[in-house]
């Protein structure tokens, strides 16, 4: 079977979701290499990566990656469908459980992910607060946490359930965030999270 085979015989798949098609043609459009593109709610949304948002994205997964001895299952920008209509995020840094495995597509599952984190993007932010927090919270994620480099905060919101969650905790760059009463169990450092 040549390429051009298998690629047919894909798409004639009818497991195939329009946010399917949606991605496959970002992926072929060069035009899009070097942007972070996501569906919320529906709408496409391309953003491209400033290096404050990549700094502090390494410094969470360095972390994530000290904390678990680096057998942890993380990732940055990979795409995730999450509960509601046309939602297919890739978080900045999601952690899913060890026994995470992909589904038959070859994704990620959003019932396996433990922690989501977003770092604002000033186009985007509203996003973070908004849609994707009750997308986060819908899914039983865990400990989601907003690193605004505007604001120079953190929020880590906690206790999910009925679409937005019970506890919220903010910290200001530079304090060391508690995180040991979550399943994350741990301090994370923001003294090294640069500001815009």
């Not at 396996?112 to 819908?138: H, I, M, W």
């Amino acid at each position: 079977m040549t390429l051009v085979d298998d690629r047919i015989e894909m798409a004639d798949t009818d497991d195939k979701t329009p946010l399917d098609d949606m991605f496959e043609v970002f992926e072929r459009t060069p035009a899009f290499e070097g942007y972070r593109i996501e569906v919320v709610e529906g709408v496409v949304y391309m953003v491209p990566r400033r290096s404050v948002h990549w700094e502090i994205i390494l410094e969470i997964i360095r972390a994530l990656d000290r904390t678990f001895d680096g057998d942890v299952k993380v990732f940055s920008d990979v795409r995730i469908d999450f509960p509601g209509e046309e939602n297919a995020f890739c978080p900045d840094v999601a952690k899913l459980c060890d026994d995470a495995k992909p589904d038959d597509a070859g994704r990620w599952r959003h019932q396996d992910v433990e922690f989501v984190a977003e770092v604002v993007s000033r186009g985007t932010g509203k996003n973070d607060y908004g849609p994707k927090k009750t997308a986060y919270a819908l899914a039983g994620v865990p400990v989601y946490l907003i690193a605004d480099p505007y604001q120079r905060k953190c929020h880590v919101y906690t206790e999910p359930g009925d679409g937005d969650y019970a506890k919220e905790v903010t910290v200001a760059f530079g304090a060391a965030l508690d995180l040991k009463v979550t399943p994350l169990g741990f301090v994370l450092r923001t003294d090294r999270f640069p500001t815009d």
